[in-house]
Structure formats: structure tokens, C-alpha cells
């Protein structure tokens, strides 16, 4: 990691800038495929299964023999961990149902929300070079709290043409309806648009590599919606004197883990700390089975030295991690400063890894600086908030001449005759 020490402001930007492809030439690519898919349906998708994923795939759609074999076929102990994961981000995610007071804003007019589950959505788990189960938990399990009538998942096959067991063990213990062998872009463009056997949806759930997505951004166009441009995972430490270099770099690892195209970030307030880091990274690296993708991120990402706790906040805000690890005994106080993150993770004994698997959270985030703007997943993702007004004869009589007086100042004389016809008639 290259180290850079007490950087004026002004460079932050430069310094803080994610590893992005050529925008351009990204949407061109997806929005080919994106095309095919809308062309050929079924067809292309086995297609581009056999170009990208080398498997040749007869059904799209898994069986539930498949389903029921996998659930069956995993390790005892993996099925309870999981277990205790549902439980968790079941709890922490029913709290997050809240049945909304009617509110009279004058007498007789009376208003209110409904929380409504979106009838159809789609969950995207990425393949690649590790199972994400765990991600299949952090969508299907917000997606049943909040009742959503049709829960589709597509994830891509390995190269025996199978999802793996864990993913479709996770499926089967939260409820996900129906799962389709089939990843990347044109697994975003089917659960847009709809294929002989994939039903279209309205609103598509997961992260992805940066070709996912550039999908996800591009099939808004269509009309669907989506939770969040979330692409590679980051992560990012604030650790002061107090810290302990090990657990540190043990975190720095667990994201850069993820891939090469991940990041990792390291703002620190002591002099000393990039030097201890830089030996707990080398120790813990050699014994990683995925050094190659580690070192790869590792050679992407920077530390950063800062005159103190407050700059080192700023910077951070700036940065808008997807993960913020606060790795300091002033934790809770310096989380109120706390701007830009999808999820925060305080004190020496509070990994990020728990938040990705267990603690209740979810781990579906904004990365690359969406955290300015973005919220992670939660039960309101697959809600829509519907509003309802109900209004009296004596509510008219007292509203009614308000809106027909702005109505009347906007031009719009229709809009002035819906209150006064009824006005009349009282």
C-alpha cells in the first residue's frame, strides 16, 4: 500500500479516487448485451452462458430436486451458522416495519401512508471466484419481511452448469421462489426486460462487478428500478494509537480479498502506524489462500497519514466508504461525526466480516462514493410508500377555498373547479 503523509486538502480528491473502466466504453459493451438478451431471450442468454461461464445450459430455470439436494448435501455445521444469520438479520430487520400514524392536518382532513411490499423483484447473487450465500440472505430475508408477492434469484452457474450448494441451500431456508442459472449483464437484462422462462420484475436487488453495475444504471431505462449502483467492495479504517495493527490488517485483507477491482483505504493519526500495518499485511498475506487477488487490490489502495482525529474524519466523510471501520477507544464518540458510509463498524472488536455475514446488518451497500446519497439495503428497498387523503364535507369547506385560490394562481382552472363544483354542492 502506498503511503502518503499529512496531504494538504486540496490533493484529497486525487488521492481519494476509486480504480473506474472507461465509462464509455463500458456502456457499450452491457448495452450490446443488453440488446441480445432483448433480441434472442432464452437463446442468447445460454449463449452468453457458454462465452463467459464455459457451461453449456439447457435449463435456465433449477429444479427442485436440485434445490432440495443442495439443502440436504450441506455441512451440518454451515447450515447452523446460517441459521443463527437468518435469526439475526431477521431481527434486526423486522424493527424496521413501522405502521405510520394517521395525521388530521386540519379537521376533516385526514392523511396517511401505506407500506406496500413491491410485488416483483429480482436478486442478483455475483459468482466469480467465491459462493456469496450470505448475500442471498441479506435480500430474500428483507424482501419476505416486507412482503413481496414474487421473489426471483439468478446467479451464474460454475463450470459444472450448477449454482452452488450454499447458494441454493440460502435460497431454500429464506424463501426465494424461483432460481435461474444465469449470471453478469445478461442476467440483469432478463429480469428487465423478461425471457421465455425468466419473469421480468420491478425492481433488481445485488451487487456486481463493474459490468453489473453499468447494467443495473442502464435497465432504469426500462422502467425498473433498482437498490443502488453497487459495485466493488471497499473498505476503510480510521485506527489511531490505541489500535491494534493486526486486527487491522486482518480487516484490510477481508476486503481486499473480495478481488482485484476491490479497495481498501487507511487513515491514521499515528506516525508510527503504516510501518506496523505494512509488517502485519506481509505477515497474514503469505498465509491467504487468495493472496494473488489480495496483493492485487492491496497494490490499488493507500494509507493516508493525518495531523489528527478530526482531519481524519473529514477525509473519511469525503471518501464515502461502503465499510468504515473505526478501530480507535474513542470509537462511539468519533462515529458522531459520521457523515458519508453505508455501514459502520466500532471499536477493536467489531470486524466488518460480522456485518457481512451475521450481526443483523446488511451488507448490500453503496460503493464508490454512492454513500453521499445512497442508503444500504433494508425492508423499506422493497416497499413503496403509498400516501391516502380522506376529506369531509365540513373538511372542504374549510380546504377547499385554499386550493382553489392556488389552483386559480397557478392558470390551472380545472384543478380550481374540482373544489368549487363540490363547493356548490354543499
Known amino acids: 500500500m502506498e503511503v502518503f503523509r499529512y496531504p494538504p486538502s486540496a490533493s484529497w480528491p486525487e488521492l481519494l479516487k476509486r480504480p473506474v473502466r472507461d465509462s464509455r ?61 437468518i435469526d439475526n438479520i431477521t431481527k434486526f430487520h423486522q424493527q424496521q416495519l413501522a405502521v ?107 451487487p456486481g462487478n463493474q459490468y453489473v453495475t453499468t447494467a443495473k444504471q442502464l435497465i432504469q431505462k426500462e422502467g425498473v428500478a433498482i437498490d443502488m449502483p453497487a459495485g466493488p467492495s471497499e473498505v476503510a479504517i480510521f485506527a489511531d494509537l490505541s489500535a491494534n495493527a493486526g486486527f487491522v490488517a486482518a480487516d484490510l485483507l477481508s476486503q481486499a480479498e473480495h478481488g482485484s477491482d476491490s479497495q481498501v483505504l487507511l487513515v491514521t ?79 477493536h472488536y467489531t470486524p466488518e466480516s460480522a456485518g457481512d455475514y451475521a450481526s443483523g446488518t446488511n451488507h448490500t451497500l453503496p460503493t464508490n462514493g454512492y454513500a453521499r446519497a445512497y442508503s444500504g439495503v433494508s425492508v423499506d428497498s422493497f416497499i413503496k410508500k403509498v400516501t391516502f387523503q380522506s376529506i369531509t364535507r365540513k373538511g372542504l369547506e374549510r380546504l377547499g377555498p385554499t386550493v382553489k385560490i392556488m389552483a386559480e394562481a397557478e392558470g390551472l382552472e380545472a384543478h380550481a373547479r374540482a373544489v368549487s363544483v363540490r363547493l356548490d354542492k354543499i
Not at 34 to 57: H, M, N, S
Open 100 to 206: 405510520e400514524a394517521r395525521v388530521e392536518t386540519m379537521p376533516g382532513v385526514e392523511c396517511w401512508r401505506k407500506s406496500i411490499g413491491i410485488e416483483r423483484v429480482g436478486l442478483y447473487i455475483p459468482g466469480g471466484t467465491a459462493p456469496l450465500f450470505s448475500t442471498v440472505l441479506m435480500l430474500a430475508i428483507p424482501a419476505r419481511i416486507a412482503g413481496c408477492r414474487e421473489v426471483i434469484l439468478c446467479s451464474p452457474p460454475g463450470k459444472d452448469g450448477k449454482i452452488h450448494r450454499a447458494v441454493l441451500a440460502a435460497a431454500a431456508l429464506t424463501g426465494v421462489g424461483e432460481i435461474f442459472r444465469v449470471g453478469g449483464v445478461q442476467a440483469i437484462a432478463a429480469m428487465a426486460i423478461g425471457t421465455q422462462t425468466i419473469p421480468g420484475v420491478f425492481k433488481i436487488f445485488g
Open 25 to 85: 466504453v463500458l456502456e457499450s459493451q452491457v448495452s450490446a448485451i443488453i440488446e441480445k438478451v432483448r433480441a434472442g431471450g432464452d437463446e442468447a442468454l445460454r449463449q452468453f452462458t457458454l462465452e463467459f461461464d464455459k457451461t453449456v445450459i439447457n435449463d435456465l430455470r433449477v429444479g427442485e430436486e436440485e434445490i432440495s439436494d443442495a439443502l440436504a448435501s450441506i455441512d451440518p455445521d454451515l447450515k447452523k451458522a446460517i441459521q443463527v444469520a
Open 269 to 347: 493519526d499515528d506516525e508510527s502506524f503504516p510501518d506496523l500495518i505494512t509488517k502485519a499485511l506481509d505477515l497474514q498475506l503469505e498465509a491467504l489462500p487468495r493472496k494473488e487477488f489480495a496483493s492485487a487490490a492491496l497494490a490499488k489502495s493507500r494509507i493516508i497519514v493525518v495531523s489528527d482525529q478530526e482531519e481524519g474524519m473529514e477525509l473519511l466523510n469525503q471518501y464515502a466508504p461502503e465499510h468504515l471501520i473505526i478501530a480507535s477507544d474513542d470509537a462511539l464518540k468519533l462515529s458522531q461525526k459520521v457523515v458519508n458510509a453505508g455501514s459502520v463498524f466500532l471499536g
